[in-house]
């Protein structure tokens, strides 16, 4: 009697990094109404390589992350902000969190106390807020 392995049950895969980065930066380009060749001209990257950023297939360093950002009037802390809430699983912040100015109330997305003090969340030290830039960050 022969026996068949099954393939185990897997999860399904977490997004990388590169991945999150590029979804949100394509979604802010397209809500602004630019184009890939505007937003690589600005930026100085080709406008290959800001396509594949966009779909996720290559890792720019922060450099580059911090020109797309700028040509796109966000910041590298915004992105980095949204895409720490995506990995983490947490409410999907709008597409509009990317762009500076533009202040959220994250205040309905935070568990009351007491759900803190069951989870062991309110042993963490507090986070001070310096600016709004940090409001995603944080």
């Known amino acids: 009697m022969s026996?068949?392995?099954?393939?185990?049950p897997r999860s399904p895969r977490r997004p990388l990094l590169r991945e999150v980065y590029g979804r949100l930066l394509r979604g802010l380009r397209t809500r602004q109404g630019r184009t890939l060749a505007e937003v690589s001209a600005r930026a100085g990257v080709s406008l290959a390589y800001l396509s594949e950023v966009e779909r996720?297939?290559?890792?720019?360093?922060?450099?580059v992350?911090?020109?797309?950002?700028?040509?796109?009037g966000s910041s590298?802390?915004?992105l980095v902000g949204a895409a720490h809430r995506d990995l983490r699983g947490l409410a999907a912040l709008p597409v509009e969190a990317l762009e500076e100015g533009v202040v959220l109330d994250l205040t309905a997305a935070r568990p009351d106390d007491a759900a803190d003090r069951r989870t062991g969340r309110d042993l963490a030290p507090p986070t001070q807020i310096d600016s709004p830039a940090l409001l995603l960050a944080a």
């Open 65 to 72: 992350l911090e020109a797309i950002c700028v040509a796109l």
């Open 3 to 8: 026996t068949t392995a099954r393939p185990s």
């Open 76 to 78: 590298v802390t915004l």
């Open 56 to 63: 996720g297939l290559k890792e720019p360093s922060s450099e």
